[in-house]
């Protein structure tokens, strides 16, 4: 699997992740019938530096990292991930988490911190838990899931 920068060129790709998962409306607290438009401006927001996982020239997953705080938390850093839903379980999530980890301290970065984890996302936090992560905060119901209803979002964090 290959780790690449996104350009310009890589919206439609990125779009095509995006979208389903945005749509579903249970993973990330974005408004599920975001444009577009929206939904590239976001996930390409200032600052964000966004990355491909490919194979054999097929996209399987995009991620981004930027800094989490400015000033005097400029030195954590804060990821999203998506993975395409045909490649769930094949180490996608995986091999684009190991990307971001190796790739933030060279950025500057001290620690990582993922502010809004759905706590019924139990693939993610597994995953997250077994790199290290651990859960230093709860905000309980702070998420409606489309289908739970009020369920808890997580904040975890590792130091680098």
């Known amino acids: 699997m290959k780790i690449r920068a996104a350009t310009q060129a890589d919206h439609d790709a990125v779009w095509a992740l995006l979208e389903p998962v945005f749509r579903a409306g249970d993973t990330y ?25 490919e194979q054999d020239g097929t996209v399987l997953g995009t991620y981004y990292i930027v800094r989490n705080q400015k000033g005097g938390g400029s030195h954590v850093c804060n990821c999203g991930y998506v993975t395409d839903a045909a ?3 094949q180490g996608v999530a995986r091999a684009m988490l190991d990307h971001s980890l190796a790739l933030a301290p060279d950025l500057g970065f001290r620690a990582m911190q993922f502010n809004f984890v759905v706590s019924t996302n139990t693939r993610a936090i597994t995953i997250w838990e077994r790199a290290g992560f651990k859960t230093v905060g709860r905000l ?7 289908v739970r209803g009020d369920v808890d979002a997580l904040v975890m964090f590792r130091a680098l």
Request: negative net charge; hydrophobic residues 45%; charged residues 25%.
């Open 29 to 53: 607290a974005i408004d599920p019938d975001i444009s577009r438009e929206d939904a590239l401006a976001y996930w390409f927001g200032p600052e964000r530096r966004v990355l491909l996982a």
């Open 140 to 146: 309980p119901n702070a998420f409606h899931h489309p």
């Open 87 to 89: 490649a769930r379980g």
